[in-house]
């Protein structure tokens, strides 16, 4: 059974910064691109960023350019999100997610993150 | 940035066909995806490459494209297909992905 577990979300200040972590389990976590995609309260689906599968090249959403980073270690199946100077716009509930990869869309059941001014 | 348009909503009654539609300058060169997302659920892919059906997804749901608009369509709507659905692409260089604003089917 395929499981995407996210962790680390929780209650920050602004300003502050936050360490999201996605365990990842039956699949081959290395061969698939992954994604976060948030989802502030009562609104739509937002694609954060994106890592390739070696950890060698990523995209940022404009919104969180250089203040989030996106990683992944494929020795322990997890993905990481490292945010930085959060506000309250970063608000929302974190997915970590495949999206589309070979007739198939894995996505966990999302964290949420709350910036409080 | 690139944009993704979308119906906020759609209103359709039991049986009867629903359209969503989903619009974008790069849409004939990138592919669609359609996903489902219930309250307090994660997203559900339901079309991908804009017009396949995953396994285990009804036949009622399929997808066409026509230049800068694809369309989902449900026909037979049922209730249990009231939800959010959200269209996603790519822009043109395909770096940086993209969802629509989300559409509410509302079975009447």
């Known amino acids: 059974e395929v499981q995407l577990v996210e962790s680390g979300g929780g209650l920050v200040q602004r300003g502050g910064s936050l360490r999201l972590s996605c365990a990842a389990s039956g699949f081959t976590f290395s061969t698939y691109w992954m994604h976060w995609v948030r989802q502030a309260p009562g609104k739509g689906l937002v694609w954060v960023s994106r890592?390739?599968?070696?950890?060698?090249?990523?995209n940022y959403a404009d919104s969180v350019k250089g203040r989030f980073t996106i990683s992944r270690d494929n020795a322990k199946n997890t993905l990481y999100l490292q945010m930085n100077s959060l506000t309250a716009e970063d608000t929302a509930v974190y997915y970590c997610a495949t999206l589309y990869h070979d007739f198939e869309s894995y996505w966990g059941q999302g964290i949420m993150v709350t910036v409080s001014s | 940035s690139y944009e993704l348009t979308q119906p906020p909503s759609v209103s359709v009654s039991p049986r009867q066909t629903a359209r969503i539609t989903c619009s974008g300058d790069a849409l004939p060169k990138q592919y669609v995806y359609w996903y489902q997302q219930k309250p307090g659920q994660a997203p559900v892919l339901v079309i991908y490459k804009d017009s396949e059906r995953p396994s285990g997804i009804p036949e009622r749901f399929s997808g066409s494209s026509s230049g800068t608009t694809v369309t989902l369509t449900i026909t037979g709507v049922q209730a249990e297909d009231e939800a959010d659905y959200y269209c996603q692409s790519a822009d043109s260089s395909g770096a940086y992905l993209v969802f629509g604003g989300g559409t509410k089917l509302t079975v009447l």
């Open positions: 890592i390739n599968t070696d950890g060698s090249g990523a």
